[in-house]
């Protein structure tokens, strides 16, 4: 069998073998597109749906089948339109019949862990959104707001105590060099007017510039 890897375009073994091997280290998503792995159609009238590859025809195409999906018998896919996910049924064999590919998905609950994820779980609120009546979507924008406003609620409460928001802690950096720099705009005041008060003391009694001028 022909394995592929996704990661910006897809190689094949020998490719990858006979590449620097510091490229394949730096891949994000080394998901090996093989027979039995768990993959999900991006465009077209199965966009979004999973199934299993059964075997790779070549670097570009491939049979995908998921005998519990709607719609989803044998057909071929290209690479360029499939997104391997990290699950992956082991023990499959190359053109295995619906029948064992039903047996193997039961057995290692690969959709059950698909589902679990949280792709799955967005595409299933997208669908049951699209799906949902205008009443029930009039129903879902109220309870938003409601949830909205008790948030706001509990947050203000929470930011009056504990000063988590960032103007909040703005505020307070503020209140503090304003009350340093009245601190020190009120101490200079005070130097000022005690140097006036002892000057004028100093003339009264004769101490000051004027002192020696009678």
């Given at each position: 069998t022909v394995s592929v890897l996704y990661w910006n375009g897809f190689f094949t073994e020998q490719q990858k073998n006979n590449n620097n091997t510091s490229c394949f280290q730096q891949m994000v998503n080394q998901a090996y597109v093989k027979v039995g792995r768990l993959v999900r159609v991006?465009?077209?009238?199965?966009?979004?749906k999973v199934g299993v590859i059964t075997a790779v025809i070549d670097t570009n195409r491939v049979l995908v089948e998921n005998p519990e999906e709607k719609n989803m018998w044998r057909h071929v896919q290209s690479v360029r339109n499939l997104e391997p996910t990290k699950i992956a049924v082991a023990g499959l064999n190359t053109n295995a019949t619906g029948k064992q590919v039903k047996e193997a998905l039961s057995k290692k609950k690969a959709l059950d862990a698909w589902s679990k994820t949280g792709k799955a779980k967005a595409i299933a609120a997208k669908q049951a959104l699209a799906n949902s009546s205008?009443?029930?979507?009039?129903?879902?924008?109220?309870?938003k707001r409601q949830r909205a406003n008790i948030s706001r609620?509990?947050?203000a409460a929470q930011d009056e105590k504990e000063n988590i928001s960032l103007h909040r802690k703005n505020l307070n950096q503020l209140e503090k060099a304003h009350k340093k720099f009245e601190s020190k705009k009120l101490a200079a005041r005070h130097d000022r007017i005690k140097k006036f008060f002892a000057k004028?003391?100093?003339k009264r009694a004769g101490k000051?510039?004027?002192?020696?001028?009678?």
């Open positions: 991006l465009r077209g009238p199965r966009a979004d205008e009443f029930e979507r009039y129903q879902l924008r109220v309870a609620k509990i947050f004028k003391k100093a000051g510039k004027n002192a020696g001028k009678k």
